[in-house]
């Protein structure tokens, strides 16, 4: 079965300050891995997408890394902004001949002033 | 670009009432999807359409939710008869095909209340 866990859970962190969200995956095969940020209320709007080929990719401060070997991701956010406060989910898609999205639950991010 | 567009925005409906949320993907967008994201959860996909023809809804409880998609752009998603735990954002996407790589653009969602 296709699974996208991410940790923490939720997150709270001062202004200016930087984090880290992981996202480990068990996706078979494993086509792309997206993060999204989804705003109170609103639909998802991605961040990142990256192959398998692909082990870095940066937006802005949002720097999104991908160990394929060990079916691990992580999004980093630097000098954080009360604008980043969302909730952050993982996505991963399946190749094949039935190309399907996997999603995490997501992390809440709070960031406070 | 107009994005992928949803309504009603909200709706509060009591248990055993019927309701109905339409979506209209952006222009051009073969591809169109339903997920059900409970709170605190990860959106769950529903049903997910390829122009017209449904391509999974293998998670879609079918005695009480159906959707259509006609003519290949918008599309209904109808739950009857609602249960409380049917309760969450219901949200559509669409994307230019389904295909890897292919970015899927979020409608804002319709929140759905069940009493």
């Known amino acids: 079965k296709n699974q996208v866990e991410q940790s923490p859970q939720s997150l709270i962190i001062l202004e200016g300050k930087n984090c880290t969200l992981q996202c480990n995956y068990t996706v078979s095969p494993f086509s792309n891995l997206r993060w999204y940020k989804q705003d109170t209320g609103r639909g998802p709007v991605s961040l990142t997408i990256?192959?398998?080929?692909?082990n870095t990719k940066s937006n802005g401060r949002y720097t999104a890394t991908l160990d394929a070997d060990t079916k691990q991701s992580s999004l980093h956010i630097t000098a954080s902004q009360l604008s980043d406060s969302a909730s952050y989910i993982c996505v991963v898609s399946s190749g094949g001949s039935n190309y399907k999205l996997t999603f995490g639950k997501g992390t809440l991010l709070t960031v406070n002033p | 670009e107009a994005g992928v567009a949803q309504s009603p925005r909200y709706k509060i409906i009591e248990k055993r009432q019927s309701v109905a949320f339409w979506c209209n993907p952006i222009s051009g967008h073969a591809t169109l999807y339903w997920y059900q994201q409970i709170l605190g959860q990860g959106p769950k996909l529903l049903i997910q359409f390829q122009n017209n023809g449904v391509v999974d809804d293998s998670q879609l409880p079918k005695d009480r939710f159906s959707a259509e998609r006609l003519k290949g752009v918008d599309s209904t998603l109808k739950i009857q008869p609602a249960k409380l735990e049917d309760s969450a954002v219901y949200l559509c996407?669409?994307?230019?095909?389904?295909?890897?790589?292919?970015?899927?653009?979020f409608g804002q969602g319709t929140r759905l209340t069940v009493v």
């Open positions: 996407a669409s994307s230019p095909r389904a295909l890897r790589n292919t970015e899927a653009f």
């Open positions: 990256m192959t398998f080929s692909e």
